[in-house]
């Protein structure tokens, strides 16, 4: 049996993938902090 996981911020309900608003504030602030971190320098 093959396993299962969602990224952070997904889960599935009834075999479909959905956005899980509990944990999106979250995974959108992570992704805004390395966003910030990695940006070029002139």
Known sequence: MMQR???IGYK???G???V???KE???K???RIIS???QPTA
Do not use: G, N, R, S
Request: no cysteine; hydrophobic share 50%; proline share 5%.
């Open 5 to 7: 996981y969602m990224p």
């Open 12 to 14: 599935m309900v009834d």
């Open 16 to 18: 479909k993938i959905q």
């Open 20 to 22: 899980d608003i509990t």
């Open 25 to 27: 504030k979250v995974v």
């Open 29 to 31: 602030k992570v992704l």
């Open 36 to 38: 910030l971190e990695f």
